[in-house]
């Protein structure tokens, strides 16, 4: 059983249902912490729209608070879900979005997903 992401173009990603579940914890987590909502929202119990441009907002906020703290444990207990939330907004924009210079320590940006 899995989870369905849908991106544009009729593109999507479903991981296990454990991994998405897990995922959008994080991710709401996230969007608490940064006070903005990621554009990634329930359309039924199996299946998330990603709202492109909120994405990108939302990949924008997240780069900038977290370039600039020093904590790095609260980085690198948010890294994988912004590993996948960069990888998530590269899949459904066709582009190779860089991490900051900042990140190379913390964050894999070079993930991508299987679509």
């Given amino acids: 059983m899995s989870l369905t992401f849908e991106l544009p173009e009729g593109r999507t990603w479903n991981p296990a249902r454990t991994v998405g579940l897990m995922y959008i914890d994080q991710l709401r987590g996230l969007e608490g912490y940064l006070g903005l909502r990621s554009g990634i929202e329930y359309v039924n119990a199996e299946t998330l729209s990603v709202d492109v441009p909120?994405?990108?907002?939302?990949?924008?906020?997240?780069?900038?608070?977290?370039?600039?703290?020093?904590?790095?444990?609260?980085?690198?207990?948010?890294?994988?879900?912004?590993?996948?939330?960069?990888?998530?907004?590269?899949?459904?924009?066709?582009?190779?979005?860089?991490?900051?210079?900042?990140?190379?320590?913390?964050v894999d940006t070079t993930y991508e997903l299987r679509l």
């Fill in 54 to 106: 909120a994405l990108r907002q939302f990949v924008s906020r997240m780069r900038q608070v977290l370039t600039r703290t020093n904590n790095r444990v609260l980085v690198r207990l948010v890294s994988g879900a912004c590993e996948v939330t960069v990888a998530l907004l590269n899949s459904a924009t066709g582009e190779r979005s860089e991490a900051p210079k900042e990140w190379e320590w913390q």
